[in-house]
């Protein structure tokens, strides 16, 4: 299940890993399993209520290369320069932003703000420092919809929720929404 904007995992930075981690591919199985039942980008273990600093990333061509016709913003444009031709997935373990570059707005939403859309802030490019399975580190350029999912997940890592890169406009805007959603029962 994944967890909505009133359940506190949300806002609570998660615990690195540290190996050997028993629980880790399983838990990456999990986090892989439901982004493709779900047929979304990316979750982060927060979402499901597990503090550690993991996250999966998935793009399908047919995500990543129609991702402009839906959404015509910059992010996609880039998306489009690059067309994927098989399934893009990235393990995010203890990942960092090291360098980022190219600031704009982005339309954005998130599974733990359903129905709720808002024009935020991103970087176009960023390097980021990410452990693999073995334990070593490695650091890779994202860029458009990756860099973005990317400083996506990290947030949600970091208990950065979506709401809080919201301009005061676009808190108006979403406030009877987002008032909704926390309205609901917490499981």
């Not at 580190?137 to 809080?164: K, P, S």
Request: charged letters at 25%.
């Amino acid at each position: 299940m994944i967890l909505t904007i009133r359940h506190e995992a949300l806002r609570q930075k998660s615990e690195p890993i540290v190996l050997p981690d028993d629980d880790l591919q399983g838990l990456i199985d999990s986090l892989d399993e439901q982004v493709d039942g779900l047929g979304k980008i990316g979750l982060a273990a927060n979402q499901i209520g597990i503090l550690k600093k993991v996250g999966v990333i998935k793009f399908s061509p047919q995500v990543w290369n129609g991702e402009a016709e839906k959404n015509n913003n910059k992010s996609v444009v880039a998306a489009k320069i690059d067309p994927i031709e098989k399934e893009m997935k990235v393990i995010l373990i203890n990942p960092e932003i090291i360098s980022h570059d190219l600031e704009y707005d982005v339309r954005e939403g998130c599974l733990s703000y359903p129905g709720v859309f808002a024009t935020i802030k991103r970087y176009m490019v960023c390097t980021v420092k990410n452990m693999k399975l073995d334990g070593t580190y490695e650091e890779f350029e994202a860029r458009g919809l990756l860099a973005q999912a990317c400083q996506h997940e990290i947030d949600h890592m970091n208990g950065i929720t979506f709401e809080n890169h919201f301009s005061p406009v676009q808190k108006m805007i979403s406030q009877n929404k987002i008032k909704r959603i926390k309205s609901k029962v917490v499981k």
